[in-house]
């Protein structure tokens, strides 16, 4: 995920486009296109700036987890033994190699990561514990919570 540098100004078109394509993500640009009152041409166009700028990061089918073999969701916070550049760089650049680990915060508060990890059963979450994140240096406390059911799950961004 790209940092976060400088706001982007959108219009009217914009927001609807990117309102549009949150909902659905398979629409034709003509579709798109008519939808929101542009030519083909401009609505492309403009599709195709929103993501040379990363307001548009990417697009990706969205996957039920307990129908492809991953019912288990725990939330992890992490703590490290020491707050020091080296630490979390190393910290961060492996956890971006576990394709269990789905996201990665770096937060305030108690713990200094919070992870949301997806995977089959308790015993695989024990073996990711044990030969991955307990392998890592600098940690000094992991706490998991398990997600008995999922309330709410949005993946749009509201556009105002």
């Known amino acids: 995920m790209k940092e976060a540098t400088k706001e ?12 549009l394509l949150q909902q659905q993500g ?44 991953q019912p288990l969701a725990a939330l992890v916070m992490v703590t490290l033994v020491r707050h020091h550049i080296d630490n979390t760089a190393e910290f961060e650049s492996r956890i971006r190699q ?14 200094d990561f919070v992870l949301r990890v997806v995977i089959e059963d308790m015993a695989a979450y024990d073996k990711f514990l044990n030969e991955k994140l307990f392998t890592l240096d600098g940690i000094s406390q992991v706490s998991s919570n398990f997600v008995l ?12």
């Not at 040379?52 to 089918?61: K, L, N, P, Q, T």
């Not at 576990?98 to 713990?111: D, F, I, K, M, S």
């Open 8 to 19: 982007i100004t959108l219009d009217k078109y914009d927001q609807h486009i990117l309102t």
């Open 26 to 69: 398979r629409i034709t640009n003509n579709e798109l296109a008519e939808q929101i009152g542009l030519s083909p041409a401009a609505c492309w166009r403009r599709v195709k700036a929103l993501e040379e700028s990363g307001v548009i990061r990417r697009f990706a089918a969205l996957v039920e987890p307990s129908l492809v073999g």
């Open 98 to 111: 576990y394709p269990e680990v789905l996201q990665c915060y770096a937060t305030t508060g108690n713990a």
């Open 149 to 160: 059911r999922n309330i709410k799950e949005e993946t749009a961004i509201p556009i105002r």
